[in-house]
């Protein structure tokens, strides 16, 4: 469940302006975690209070807070600071109010606050910047380690481990490896929306035990965007029956058949029956 932030913060212009009363409404997430090297994806949506706008009547504009010329991203490419050019992009469509912004091969500098300005054609004074209504980026210098979730394995019986992966950028999903490659495993992958700004990949591997399993290392690699990658790795115990051997004894008197002591009670029947001798 995401909260709808509303702020109004109109160009000292607009005040003037009648036709264009209203408010803007703006969803940012606030905070994100991300990988240096690797990208994010910053979810952002926009309400107009008026009309629905098209893409050619919108000029999206994503700057540093510092400063509404400090611009990331920009239609005009040579408004963009050059440490972030060929670096970000609008995802989605504007005239639908996304102004979703992605950023790939995030630096170790690129903390923001990002901010959302929305300047609309030559001549209009009803232009918006969302300055309380920014992004942050808390760095992460090296990749997090996927998280393994099993049951017990049994021999014989289908098992399954599953590996996830949290992150910031559905646009390049980070992959998921695991190295066991038997043709009779079976690999599934799914997609979550975890929360605002956060995304999940989970690989779910199925396959059957056997002893030979018991005591062996499963693995599970991640590569983010970016090529940064971590990995985890379980220690698959395998619980394993075993046919016991029972001494020819036991047999007997578990089976209740015994072949040697069946031969030898005929062979004692066989001498009481035989007649006395006079």
């Given at each position: 469940i995401f909260d709808q932030l509303n702020f109004l913060i109109r160009h000292s212009q607009a005040f003037s302006s009648p036709v264009f009363a209203g408010e803007w409404t703006a969803n940012v997430a606030?905070?994100?975690?991300?990988?240096?090297?690797?990208?994010?994806?910053?979810?952002?949506t926009y309400t107009h209070p008026n009309e629905r706008l098209t893409n050619s009547k919108i000029n999206a504009i994503w700057h540093l807070k510092s400063g509404m010329d400090d611009r990331i991203y920009s239609e005009a490419t040579t408004q963009i600071l050059e440490n972030f050019k060929g670096r970000t992009k609008l995802l989605g469509h504007?005239?639908?109010?996304?102004?979703?912004?992605?950023?790939?091969?995030?630096?170790?500098?690129?903390?923001?606050?990002?901010?959302?300005?929305?300047?609309?054609?030559?001549?209009?004074i009803d232009n918006f910047t969302l300055v309380d209504n920014c992004v942050t980026f808390k760095m992460l210098a090296n990749p997090p380690d996927p998280i393994l979730t099993h049951s017990t394995a049994i021999q014989g019986r289908p098992y399954t481990v599953t590996c996830s992966i949290?992150?910031?950028?559905?646009?390049?999903?980070?992959?998921?490896?695991?190295?066991?490659?038997?043709?009779?495993?079976?690999?599934?992958?799914?997609?979550?929306?975890?929360?605002?700004?956060?995304?999940?990949?989970?690989?779910?591997l199925t396959f059957t035990p056997e002893e030979k399993d018991d005591h062996r290392e499963i693995i599970c690699t991640v590569q983010f965007n970016g090529e940064r990658t971590s990995k985890t790795v379980l220690n698959l115990y395998v619980r394993v029956f075993h046919?016991?051997?029972?001494?020819?004894?036991t047999q007997c008197f578990s089976t209740f058949f015994c072949v040697k002591a069946h031969l030898r009670h005929r062979?004692?029947?066989?001498?009481?029956?035989?007649?006395e001798m006079i």
């Amino acid at each position: 469940i995401f909260d709808q932030l509303n702020f109004l913060i109109r160009h000292s212009q607009a005040f003037s302006s009648p036709v264009f009363a209203g408010e803007w409404t703006a969803n940012v997430a606030p905070n994100l975690e991300v990988l240096v090297q690797s990208c994010a994806v910053v979810p952002c949506t926009y309400t107009h209070p008026n009309e629905r706008l098209t893409n050619s009547k919108i000029n999206a504009i994503w700057h540093l807070k510092s400063g509404m010329d400090d611009r990331i991203y920009s239609e005009a490419t040579t408004q963009i600071l050059e440490n972030f050019k060929g670096r970000t992009k609008l995802l989605g469509h504007l005239g639908d109010g996304n102004c979703t912004l992605e950023m790939i091969d995030i630096k170790d500098h690129d903390n923001g606050p990002f901010c959302f300005r929305i300047e609309l054609p030559t001549g209009s004074i009803d232009n918006f910047t969302l300055v309380d209504n920014c992004v942050t980026f808390k760095m992460l210098a090296n990749p997090p380690d996927p998280i393994l979730t099993h049951s017990t394995a049994i021999q014989g019986r289908p098992y399954t481990v599953t590996c996830s992966i949290t992150h910031t950028c559905p646009s390049h999903v980070p992959k998921l490896t695991w190295n066991r490659a038997t043709t009779d495993d079976v690999v599934t992958e799914v997609h979550k929306n975890n929360r605002f700004g956060y995304w999940e990949t989970q690989s779910i591997l199925t396959f059957t035990p056997e002893e030979k399993d018991d005591h062996r290392e499963i693995i599970c690699t991640v590569q983010f965007n970016g090529e940064r990658t971590s990995k985890t790795v379980l220690n698959l115990y395998v619980r394993v029956f075993h046919t016991v051997d029972l001494d020819p004894l036991t047999q007997c008197f578990s089976t209740f058949f015994c072949v040697k002591a069946h031969l030898r009670h005929r062979k004692n029947l066989t001498a009481h029956q035989q007649p006395e001798m006079i």
